[in-house]
């Protein structure tokens, strides 16, 4: 049933800004920090619980795999909703660190890319990795 999928989503979706609005007002800031973030870590820990080996069989399995890989869409829909032209308009550092993540991440793709098949070549010749 997909009800339970709907269920778990929207538990951990709620508490994750729950925490997240209390981060910020730990460190003092008018914001949610990083709830949509710590919602999709409670989401894939709890899927991946014990505890929900019961809830995980048949129809009921098929609803939560479903909405946990349903939930990235959603938090890249719920990321658009961000002010990119606020954060733009915040000066020249935005801009730079946004660019400079998106480098660094496009020539780290390489190298992962190269540790993930030299582990499947030694697997494949018998060696330990």
């Known amino acids: 049933m997909i009800i339970y ?3 778990l989503l929207s538990t951990c979706l709620v508490i994750g800004m729950l925490i997240g ?3 910020g007002a730990a ?5 949610n920090v990083g709830g949509v973030g710590i919602a999709m870590l ?4 709890a899927s991946n619980s ?18 946990s890989a349903m939930y990235i869409p959603i938090v890249v829909a719920m990321a658009a909703q ?6 733009a308009s915040g000066g020249l550092l935005a801009l730079v660190a946004g660019v400079a993540a998106v480098v660094v991440s496009f020539l780290l793709v390489p190298v992962i ?7 499947a070549v030694s697997e494949q010749r018998g060696e330990a990795p």
Do not use: E, H, P
């Open 113 to 119: 890319s190269r540790i993930g098949n030299s582990g």
């Open 82 to 87: 961000q002010n990119v032209a606020a954060a």
């Open 50 to 67: 014990a505890k929900f080996q019961l809830l995980s069989s048949g129809a009921s399995a098929q609803g939560i795999q479903f909405w």
């Open 42 to 45: 409670l989401l894939v820990l």
């Open 21 to 23: 609005q209390a981060l």
């Open 27 to 31: 460190l003092g800031i008018d914001a």
């Open 5 to 7: 999928g709907v269920a």
